[in-house]
């Protein structure tokens, strides 16, 4: 089962003239900014009136852009910070089994640790954490424990979890 930034992500991969209106009750900014970077030309609240629906649809039709106004105050919001918000579809490619890994990685906990906290072997282990490296695209255990901690995908200060 996919969530609508991974259907989004899809249905512009496989159709990049499509337009996507994401209609939603998630107005996290962690959703918001993920259905833009997965290709959605608009994005409304399902809180959203009946006819201002019918608009926003034939505005995506147009070219257009419609943005429910709660969410538009939190792009503005966010460009004038002049910092894009981490991209939370970083650990979208990874199994459960490997977010772990990685969060135990990006403790500092050597492939023994985790072998030993997981209770796996150290050879599985390792195949983890090709694994990951692979799918984050990064070359080393560093890389990749960089990219965790920057997408909150591990608590740099709670060795013991």
Known sequence: MMNGVQATRLIRERHPEARVLVLTTYDDDEWVFDAIRSGAAGYLLKDTPRQRLIEAIKDV???????????????????????????????????????????????????????????LSEGTVRNYVSAI???????????AAVLALRYGLADPTNRET
Do not use: C, W
């Open 61 to 119: 039709v147009a070219g257009n852009t419609p943005v429910d106004s709660a969410v538009a105050g939190k792009l503005f919001t966010q460009v004038t910070r002049g910092a894009a918000p981490p991209d939370t579809s970083i650990a979208e490619e990874l199994s459960e089994r490997e977010r772990e890994v990685l969060g135990l990685l990006a403790r500092g906990m050597t492939n023994a640790e985790i072998a030993g906290h997981l209770y």
């Open 133 to 143: 490296l692979e799918k984050l695209g990064v070359a080393d255990r560093t890389q």
